[in-house]
Nanobody, 110 residues
């Protein structure tokens, strides 16, 4: 099973940007589904962005602000987050098929 490690979280003011990275211990080139999920304080995790065989999908709340990408050569996933808002605060997890990372905290101050 692929082991995933997220990085790039932190504290940022509203309107700022962060780029999350997810490093996979093995090849992800054949993975059909992968995604980034967010767990806000006191809430269940929700899909923020995902890559499927039908293309890339985004939650309505992040469309136009977040961009998910993959680098198969480097076995990396990325989530570029722009114009961050306080409601984007949470722990972000990357997922490849059935593997999950440990999460990285994103905190957006108003």
């Amino acid at each position: 099973q692929v082991h995933l490690v997220e990085s790039g979280g932190g504290l940022v003011q509203a309107g700022g940007s962060l780029r999350l990275s997810c490093a996979a211990s093995g090849s992800i080139s054949s993975a059909v589904t992968m995604g980034w999920l967010r767990q806000a304080p006191g809430k269940e995790s929700d899909l923020v962005a995902g890559i499927t065989r039908f293309g890339t999908i985004y939650a309505e709340t992040v469309k136009g602000r977040f961009t998910m990408s993959r680098d198969n050569a480097e076995n990396m996933l990325y989530l570029q987050m722009n114009n961050l808002q306080p409601e984007d605060t949470g722990v972000y997890y990357c997922n490849v098929v059935d593997a999950w990372g440990q999460g990285t905290q994103v905190t957006v101050s108003s």
